[in-house]
């Protein structure tokens, strides 16, 4: 257990579905992130929170929205996505340093995507 | 936009000690080291964190040397289970925030 919850486990959807990924966390971190794994390619990161505000969007497609309510919680909003966008998604939080980068991330079990 | 140069795999046997080691030539004054262990369909797992020399923990060590442009992660006596893919990674600072891209990182084979 990471302290770190993600929600659903698996799920799937059509092309022309809405539907939203949850993570929570109970660590006190103020800091989260969105990360995509496709099938055998490396992570890559798809946003980033810090305060609840949205400090990073790696040239995420707007087919895929972020919301941050608070420091514990981050959504992923999905709608009219393609199969492509079949992945495992990764929720991740972490103490914001304010003078280096000696944060630790402490990841969830993900939400395996697939779009049909 | 990963900062770090990896192996992309490697082989071993149960009971051997395994070094991987990670390239960051370009590496900051502030940024830390840190390695990561994913098994397939999970999130990646801390394993150690360091800046400089030798840091060991519970589970590895993370050898640095003087110049920090590169690092090895050493794992004491593999088993099966340490089958994975190994992650380095060194942050990217922004405005004042931290970002963390992931390379390829070193997928690990162990043989019985």
């Known amino acids: 257990e990471t302290g770190v919850t993600q929600t659903p486990r698996h799920l799937v959807m059509g092309m022309t579905n809405k539907k939203s990924l949850k993570c929570e966390q109970h660590?006190?971190?103020?800091?989260m992130y969105w990360y995509k794994q496709s099938a055998k390619k490396p992570l890559e990161l798809m946003f980033v929170?810090?305060?609840?505000?949205?400090?990073e969007n790696n040239s995420v497609p707007s087919r895929f929205s972020p919301e941050c309510p608070n420091s514990s919680h981050l959504f992923l909003h999905l709608h009219t996505l393609q199969p492509e966008d079949s992945a495992l998604y990764l929720c991740?939080?972490?103490?914001?340093?304010?003078?280096?980068?000696?944060?630790?991330?402490?990841f969830g079990s993900g939400t395996q995507l697939s779009v049909l | 936009l990963a900062k770090t140069t990896q192996p992309i795999s490697m082989d071993s046997y149960e009971g051997q000690e395994v070094n991987i080691t990670c390239s960051h030539n370009?590496?900051?004054?502030?940024?830390?080291i840190t390695w990561y262990q994913q098994f397939p369909s999970q999130g990646p797992r801390f394993i150690i964190q360091?800046?400089?020399t030798k840091v060991t923990n519970e589970v590895a060590s993370l050898f640095i040397p003087a110049d920090r442009k590169s690092s090895t992660l050493s794992l004491p006596r593999v088993s099966l289970s340490d089958t994975a893919v190994y992650y380095c990674?060194?942050?990217?600072?922004?405005?004042?925030?931290?970002?963390?891209?992931f390379g390829s990182g070193t997928k690990l084979n162990v043989k019985p």
């Open positions: 991740a939080s972490s103490q914001e340093s304010r003078v280096s980068t000696n944060e630790k991330l402490f």
């Open positions: 660590l006190g971190h103020n800091a």
């Open positions: 370009n590496i900051a004054t502030n940024d830390y």
């Open positions: 929170y810090n305060f609840k505000e949205q400090t």
């Open positions: 360091g800046y400089k």
């Open positions: 990674l060194v942050g990217e600072r922004s405005k004042n925030f931290n970002k963390f891209y």
